[in-house]
């Protein structure tokens, strides 16, 4: 079992930066795959960054990819994702979730693939 609480979200003009940060309780926090996805009023649920459990494997969306990184620290339970270069696009509700293990690949985009999931923290980017 596996909560998620989240923290780093709110206003920011476009061309800012901004840090999510999400804390997991449980002792297996390593063993996870780590996702953030990120929902818009009226629209689905949409992969945004994930990090493998077991090796330095991420993946991103084309629409975030140079601008947005996800890491993770195992000693402090805690994924994160640096946003910079942040455009009103990118205005959502951002979620991060959790799955055991995935094998050795990457982490999956399909958000039906994660198990846990965050309450979410809004990001609003001001153009």
């Known amino acids: 079992q596996v909560q998620l609480v989240e923290s780093g979200g709110g206003l920011v003009q476009a061309g800012g930066s901004l840090r999510l940060s999400c804390a997991a309780s449980?002792?297996?926090?390593?063993?996870?795959?780590m996702g953030w996805f990120r929902q818009a009023p009226g629209k689905e649920r949409e992969f945004v960054a994930g990090i493998s459990w077991n090796i330095e494997r991420t993946n991103y969306a084309d629409s975030v990819k140079g601008r947005f990184t996800i890491s993770r620290d195992n000693a402090k339970n805690t994924v994160y994702l640096q946003m910079n270069s942040l455009k009103p696009e990118d205005t959502a509700v951002y979620y991060c979730a959790a799955r055991s293990g995935y094998g050795l690949g990457y982490a999956p985009v399909a958000p039906t693939s994660y198990d846990y999931w965050g309450q979410g923290t809004q990001v609003t980017v001001s153009s």
């Open positions: 449980g002792r297996t926090f390593s063993t996870y795959t």
